[in-house]
């Protein structure tokens, strides 16, 4: 499943299928794995899934989990396990995100959950905005981090 260049895009609980499509799209696009935590808000063969994948969501390295004991029992969470969520303290730019890492976001209505926020808080990272915007889509939240980890890993090869 993995290699030494590997970047994992982990979605924990994802509701919107418009954006599981998006990011699907961008994981190929950013040539990264995607892993599905269960339980998903939407039908993977939903249309809006598709639609919003386009043609790429057949070259999409797609990984579904039960649940996230499931997953961390597969990737242990150590360093280069990453969360993104708009509770932590630290910027994403004090991130070192290369690859392979494990980027996780949490589901669009209510984020990561505090219990791995809490766990894992010294690995936990949000994207700067202002004080007037509360969060941002998860797809746009997304291609923000992969393309922060993307331009760290390709700037030392």
Partial sequence: ?????????VLHQPQIPHNTGAIGRLCVALGAELHLIHPLGFHLTQKEIRRAGLD?????QLFEWDCVQSFWACYAPNSTHHFCSTKAQKSL???RLIAPCFLHFGRE??????????????????????STARSLNLATA?????YESFRQTISRI
Avoid: F
């Fill in 1 to 9: 499943m993995q290699n030494d260049r590997t970047m994992h895009i």
């Fill in 109 to 130: 209505d209510a984020g990561i959950p505090s219990e791995i926020l809490n766990r894992y808080a010294e690995q936990c990272y949000k994207i700067p905005m202002q």
């Fill in 56 to 60: 790429y969501w057949e070259h999409l």
């Fill in 93 to 95: 730019y004090e991130a």
């Fill in 142 to 146: 997304v291609a923000i981090v992969g």
